[in-house]
């Protein structure tokens, strides 16, 4: 049996439960299903179960445009997936979600203007079929199945256990151990404090440092506001405007004065674990924004250094060895457990087998429009966010883009629709996906070779400017040479 949908979205995480709204909203005429993996929503909010998981990015911003956040700025996973499970049952969403379907193949065929998507539930084993006229990527952007861990000479050796916090068993028992925290980033941050009084000791092993920023899991405008009664909508309005205010002025900072950016930065630290500790452990060889900046709520990464629960090691990996990590340095850090907060796999979207008209798809031989849509790629649109501001604020941005594209096909009559390079395009110099010198993290430089170029022009390039792109967006021409149509789409009938 082959089920047909207008609309196929591809995951049922942040971005998936977003566009599911917005085609309810904005297109409320066309049929539409979402296709997750997982056993149930959040996407990284639910494969993520390391103590402590919790958001790096204020949910002021994180949040939808159209659902008032009233928690605190940074929230736990359990509270976001609370928060995206209201979206869910206040807009009857959950008959339009499939989960434990793996997609493993999408064809397109331009003699019927359909992608074929071939899914197997993972509960069954059962295969199932669907057909859609438009397909709405938004699986993320890294493997799922299993995070990052370098091979390191001698982890064979190792007698202890090596853990990813991606993979986090149930059955891990802390207490009492020794643990060395490989890992300089976001999760480490999150799982010190998380562990830290549980453990006989833990040891942040870091290779370089990382920049923070530590504070109050408040937001005093948005308390302000509730103390004044001023309705949660707009509360959500004015913070979520001033946030994204003070993140573009922070951004364009960090650019034109490096400088004075990174001891303000180093200032915060500093006040936590003092000059000296700040200097040798966690000041940063790089400007400020070449890589995320996590926010650290109540510093609670640097109060448990300062009061001994753990301890920072600066230094290299040279190998595993029985009883621990040995450094580059000779020291041997002992260890009953290492956790490798070394990062993730970049997955180009979701390790589907993608073919057009028969063609293996090849995304790093295309040229991305704006980040969303690629050459020779009829009808898909994929959902990539922003590294420097949250991930939904171009969720949203994209969803508004899809649905006023869906229209457009519709006013035109067309069945397809994909973008070319332009006459004046077609000479125009191609790079990476992102410029490495604004921004190289470490899971985007090992994967950049899968990602589609960019060219020199706006329309050919993803801007990672959401202050430019939220005005850029919606005044898109859909007309423009760039977008290729053709005629009008054929009755289907589910098989």
Same mark, same amino acid.
């Given at each position: ?99 434990? !379907?793996? /997609?493993? *193949? ?9 992608? =074929?998507?071939? %899914? $197997? ?114 509360? !959500?309005? /004015?913070? *979520? ?9 922070? =951004?364009?900072? %960090? $650019? ?9 930065l180093l200032a915060g630290v500093s ?117 420097? %501001? ?8 994209v969803a508004d883009f899809v649905c ?92």
């Amino acid at each position: 049996m082959t089920e047909h949908f207008d609309v196929l979205i591809v995951g049922a995480g942040i971005s998936g439960i977003g566009g599911a709204y917005h085609l309810t909203r904005q297109c409320p005429g066309k049929t539409f299903v979402v296709l997750e993996a997982l056993e149930d929503f959040g996407g990284t909010w639910l494969t993520h179960k390391y103590p402590g998981i919790r958001s790096d990015s204020d949910l002021y911003t994180f949040g939808y445009r159209f659902k008032p956040w009233v928690g605190p700025p940074i929230a736990t996973a359990d509270e976001i997936r609370k928060y995206m499970g209201e979206v869910i049952e206040e807009n009857d969403l959950a008959p339009h979600i499939r989960y434990r !379907h793996r /997609i493993e *193949r999408a064809a397109w065929s331009s003699e019927t203007s359909l992608w =074929t998507i071939e %899914a $197997v539930r993972t509960d069954t084993g059962e295969r199932r079929r669907f057909t859609a006229n438009f397909l709405w990527m938004c699986q993320g952007y890294y493997r799922h199945a299993e995070g990052y861990t370098p091979e390191w000479p001698g982890m064979a050796d190792y007698q202890g256990r090596i853990v990813h916090p991606q993979s986090w068993p149930a059955d891990l028992d802390l207490a009492g151990r020794k643990v060395v925290l490989i890992g300089s980033g976001a999760t480490a941050a999150t799982l010190l404090p998380n562990i830290a009084g549980e453990c006989a000791h833990v040891t942040l092993l870091q290779r370089s440092p990382t920049y923070f920023i530590p504070g109050r899991n408040a937001n005093e405008l948005a308390d302000t506001l509730r103390e004044l009664k001023i309705d949660e909508a707009w509360i !959500h309005e /004015i913070v *979520r405007r001033k946030i994204l205010h003070d993140q573009d002025a922070f =951004t364009r900072r %960090a $650019v034109n004065e490096p400088e004075a950016v990174k001891q303000e930065l180093l200032a915060g630290v500093s006040a936590f674990v003092g000059p000296e500790v700040t200097a040798q452990h966690f000041t940063p060889s790089y400007r400020p924004w070449r890589q995320r900046i996590a926010f650290v709520p109540d510093g609670d990464i640097f109060q448990a250094v300062k009061a001994g629960k753990a301890s920072v090691v600066t230094d290299e990996i040279d190998r595993f060895e029985a009883g621990g990590v040995r450094l580059k340095s000779g020291e041997l850090l002992e260890a009953d457990v290492v956790i490798t907060a070394t990062g993730f796999d970049l997955n180009v979207l979701g390790d589907i087998a993608f073919t057009v008209d028969d063609r293996p798809l090849n995304f790093a031989e295309t040229v991305t429009y704006r980040g969303m849509m690629f050459t020779g790629v009829p009808n898909m649109v994929w959902v990539f966010g922003y590294f420097r %501001a949250s991930w939904t604020l171009r969720s949203d941005l994209v969803a508004d883009f899809v649905c006023r594209l869906l229209g457009h096909m519709d006013a035109k009559g067309a069945r397809s629709v994909a973008v070319a390079l332009r006459p004046e395009d077609r000479d125009m110099t191609l790079s990476s996906w992102i410029d490495p010198e604004n921004f190289n993290p470490g899971y985007l430089m090992r994967g950049m070779h899968l990602l589609p170029k960019r060219g020199d022009k706006p329309e050919w390039q993803h801007s990672q400017d959401y202050w430019r792109e939220k005005d850029d967006l919606p005044l898109i021409d859909l007309d423009d040479a760039a977008f290729v149509y053709q005629g009008a789409a054929p009755a289907v009938e589910a098989a």
